[in-house]
């Protein structure tokens, strides 16, 4: 497997073939901000919040850095005002969702976000799908889903299976940026599950 040069931020490293910008930004101690991004699973990107500029060959365009592959000659530029002012717009849109997340407060200052810009649809859930892909991709369960579609969707535990798997293991709980996810469980769990569930949860 060849390496390839690439330049981020002005820093000149040789990645491997294969890797995001995302993966060789890392490696070189550039930090880029993500909400949907986890090591263990397969890349996703759902918030967009990674967004970097990419240039190759004299052209630059706006892309995910946890989806785009390294390539020869590339050059990123993580931070620039048109960077900045999509992350700004993303955490927006967010913070309308998950006013008192504290992961978005922290980014929402330091990108200047206006957590008063839209109309609060307080589901809290932000649709990163970390619960969703670990579940399926590490636990093999399938315990929780997304239902709905467009500005209704929202993460919804299959109490069937929730009610035998989730109670002792809650592996995926650490992931939410929001807690969207322990609301929504405690809700089935009252809701669903059985006497019996509580009695072990205790």
């Known amino acids: 497997m060849s390496n390839i040069l690439v330049k981020i931020d002005g820093r000149e490293l040789e990645a491997r073939e294969g890797m995001t910008i995302l993966e060789a930004a890392k490696e070189v101690g550039v930090a880029i901000p993500t909400l949907c991004h986890y090591e263990k699973l397969e890349?996703?990107?759902?918030?967009?919040?990674?967004?970097?500029?990419?240039e190759v060959r004299g052209r630059t365009k706006l892309v995910a850095a946890c989806l785009y592959p390294v390539e020869k000659d590339l050059v990123v530029i993580t931070r620039s005002e048109k960077v900045d002012k999509i992350r700004k717009m993303i955490l927006e849109l967010?913070?309308?969702?998950?006013?008192v997340a504290r992961e978005l407060q922290g980014l929402a200052q330091e990108y200047g976000a206006d957590k008063d810009r839209f109309r609060k649809e307080s589901s809290f859930c932000i649709h990163c799908g970390l619960c969703v892909r670990y579940c399926a991709e590490i636990k093999k369960k399938e315990a929780i889903g997304f239902v709905d579609r467009g500005t209704t969707r929202e993460i919804s535990f299959i109490p069937e299976i929730a009610s035998q798997?989730?109670?002792?293991?809650?592996?995926?709980?650490?992931?939410?940026?929001?807690?969207?996810?322990?609301?929504?469980?405690?809700?089935?769990?009252?809701?669903?599950?059985?006497?019996?569930?509580?009695?072990?949860?205790?």
């Not at 890349?43 to 990419?54: D, K, N, P, Q």
């Not at 967010?94 to 006013?99: D, F, G, W």
């Open 43 to 54: 890349a996703y990107g759902g918030c967009r919040l990674c967004t970097v500029e990419a």
């Open 94 to 99: 967010l913070l309308a969702h998950a006013p």
């Open 165 to 202: 798997e989730c109670v002792n293991c809650k592996e995926c709980f650490p992931l939410c940026p929001t807690e969207a996810l322990q609301a929504a469980f405690v809700l089935t769990q009252a809701l669903s599950f059985p006497a019996s569930s509580f009695e072990s949860s205790e």
